[in-house]
């Protein structure tokens, strides 16, 4: 019983870099990147859907995408997002091929980009402790009750910030690498 509270954080821990990666990615660095765009939302027939859905993105240049929609239909629709996107760089249209020089960043942009990711950062964090506060608070409560001893929720204690020392050091890891990154 006591290790499906940690396996339970475990996941949810994992979940909170994941998403944090995933996020990271979309951060716009200087370099071209797949992440930048990949899941950006355009309306298909009504339908939202991921522009990786909708056409082969790959990079040509170091800050260069280009885009291969597969409908032609769908190229006003993904140009459109693409220009919403605010990438700095409007979307070239070369039949059913669009392609997106972006532009150098400027030390405004990077500084506001390192923000970004320091803000992301933080809200892995909290994700981490509002977790080990509602796991710490169900132990507690089990505790209250007489189902597991007062030695049993301090050994649980110190696993739980094991895991929340170890997760926070992943996620100021990728904190740190994509900040290199954008000032390199």
Known sequence: MMDNFIDNLKQEFAKAVSHLKIELSKVHTGRASVGLIEDLDIDYYGVRTPLKALGLITITAPREIKIEVWDQNAV???SDALTKASLGSLPQIEGQLIRINLPLMTSETREKMAKRIHTLSEEAKISLRSNREKIWNDIQKLEHDGNIREDKKFKLKEKIQELIDNYGKQIDELEE????????
Do not use: F, G
Not at 177 to 184: A, F, L, M
């Open 76 to 78: 006003k629709a993904v």
């Open 177 to 184: 690498k994509k900040e290199r990154e954008i000032r390199n």
